[in-house]
């Protein structure tokens, strides 16, 4: 199971807030063939006004959208046609 990590949010207005989120690691990699692999980050992100009720868990996820298609809803993601900047 991932770690659970709790920050304090800014409420923006009733149907938003915002809050600081744990860095992720490096987006890109290469394999031993000089392929670049592209890193997804994610977060299972919940709320709670009291501290002991939650509201259901909601899929963030970060990445480059330049190279990747990904989809929360399936927790899927594509590589979109390679350009210079996803090649690198």
Partial sequence: MADE??????II???MATCRLV????RKKRNADGETNYSVFGYYISITN???NYSEEVPLLVYDSRCLN????????TKKVEW???SM
Avoid: H
Avoid at 5 to 10: G, S
Avoid at 23 to 26: D, N, R
């Fill in 50 to 52: 009291n501290g002991y």
């Fill in 13 to 15: 207005n009733s149907g």
């Fill in 23 to 26: 860095s992720s690691p490096a």
């Fill in 70 to 77: 990904c989809s929360a809803l399936d927790l899927t993601c």
């Fill in 5 to 10: 990590i709790e920050e304090e949010a800014q």
């Fill in 84 to 86: 210079k900047l996803c």
